[in-house]
């Protein structure tokens, strides 16, 4: 086996934890002086746990003494500060473990080498159990953690014997009962067995300048036996600084010595991915998820070890393909104080059939038992999100304030509609507008389903246009998204699904079920961690629009807006003397139509956008429109499915109008598509993006 070792060597994971003004630095915590060398003071501050924080003065007791874990700053034994792992101290003390921030000495301020930094971790681990009386820790339950070079002296805690420093009391075990380590240096030497390039060997052996003893002594993997803590791992299969296959190989010598050992990988994920950067840098929101997901996986670590209970409370699913974004917390956390609730079902077909969505409105029931819900099942076959946006107001708002809404449209506007980039956008960007106008406070869920060629697309590593577009506008709304393309694509791979037990492009019991459940843990992570949003926190303004054109006051045009022509009627088409299939929630509905070429209809609206949602069956035609006036343009309403089936679909005559009244004449047109059988129009509703002409509404 080749193993790629490159020396390890970060000046720091932010820059922010470099450009302290002062030393030491202010940090939240009880500080205190674990340890005095020279004139130099080292600190470690002390957040304690939740539980710990309320039991009474005195020592620590059976039923008072914390857990403890104590965290060491990355920086390549040359700089860093105590500052970078705050987040997660702060989190693991809201749920009972007493977490410890500890500052040692590092080249850039105390000219040491790495062997130092070895000792002064040891020396906290120490002081920790020595004083675990007055800390109320549990001095047996003490967990060493840290980043990068701290990752590497929290795990020689463990596994590297002497280097104490002098005068302390040996008798106190400087060992920790677990090890959680992000992205650690564990190989400093060659490995015997390893094959190693020149260059590799050469950087390994000039280790020993910046180490202060030969590298083997401080480089965990040579040290591996039996009896070592439980240890946890997080790292970047992206990592460049310290590669993936060096930790690989220290789990693989961890287990095998009969050591509980797991590595977590995270795909994509450079060196630093665990920092908390709040969305900012080069990979944005996953670098907030990513840190997230290890705090979560820290969380079920310590939980397998008997010192946390409960579940992890963060607002974070972990899956590379789910995010949790938002203000869901705050929706679940007023449905759950309501004695009625709406949730509205948004998209087509997939929607419509009885596939996931009652799966989700079943757990919402029993998991809000005191909730009356009202669930707005607003699923229509073969619609796009252009045409959910118009209808959005009809089928969904009507039925007064919705809390929660679960919306897909990815792959109908891929495989019916079409669209291009910004069809995409138009229409779902249309649907989060209206929904946050209708009510600021409600929560959202975008799922973007999987047909064959999203499917493909996703396992060779791209996302489709409509999936892509669609989460654009998820990302911008702050709204939680599950991208199941990319799921099924994962599962494929891992073996445990295929494309015939997912079932389809509309999924059969087991991608339902599995779409179910991803939105359930959505719906879990937002409430586990509702206690900790801001619930009382007033409702941010909505962003501004990704376009300008997007359907934001989409919307169907009133009777009193058409004035229908001669060869036009209103009415229900005899359907028994047309060919085609016909589906039956539009056989009974009345509509415009004709199949008089030249016949015009004139519409007036206030507006920036305006068309038709129709039905196209093996006899439709064209439309030849022209707003205010101008030039005549066609519409083909004839589709690749009209063939067989009156097909529904929305078609747009202008997407890019000058806010103000317009007049459109909408004219059958003589021609038609060469397979088409007819010139028939049939609308169901025209639409438009703003109100009819004069009326406001």
Known sequence: MRMLLTVFFVMGTCSRLLAQQSWPPELPGERHVYKQVGETSLHLWVLRGVQSQVAADGGATESTAQPAIVFFFGGGWTSGSPEQFVPQ???????GITAVL?????ASRQQVRAVSCVEDAKSAVRWLRAHAAELRIDPQR?????GSAGGHIACCTALIEGLDAAGEDLSISSVPNALALFNPAVVLAPLEGVEMSAEETAKLQSLAART?????????????RKGLPPTIIFHGVADTTVPIVTVAEFEKRMVSAGNRCELKRFADAPHGFFNLRENRGRNGERQREWHLRTLQQLDIFLTSLGWLSGTATLPVVDNDNVHVRGHLQRALTRISGQAEARVAFLGGSITEMDGYRPLVEKWLTER?????FTFIRAGISSTCSNTGAFRFQRDVVAYGPVDLLLVEFAVNDDQDAHHDADGCIRGMEGILRQLFVHNPEAGAVMLHF???EMLATAQAGGVQLSAKQHESVARHYHVSSIDLPAEL???IEDGTMSWETWGGTHPGPAGNRHAADLVIQVLQAALASADKSETGAVVEALPEPLLESSFSAGGFLPATAVQPGAGWNLGVPDWAALPGSKRDRFVREQMYYSEQPGSVLTLSFTGTAVGAYLLAGPDAGRLEVRIDGGEWKTTELYHNYSGGLHYPRTVMFETGLSAGTHTA???VAQQKHEKSLGTAARILQFVVNGSAAGTGQ
């Open 102 to 106: 500890a500052d040692y000495r590092v």
């Open 212 to 224: 202060g003893v030969d590298p083997v002594k401080i480089s965990p993997a040579h040290h591996v």
């Open 489 to 491: 694509a994962d599962r």
């Open 89 to 95: 101290a702060r989190y693991l003390a809201s749920r």
């Open 450 to 452: 999987v047909n064959p």
């Open 368 to 372: 809000f038992p005191q909730t009356q």
């Open 665 to 667: 004449e909408v004219k």
């Open 142 to 146: 003490i967990c060493a953690a840290g």
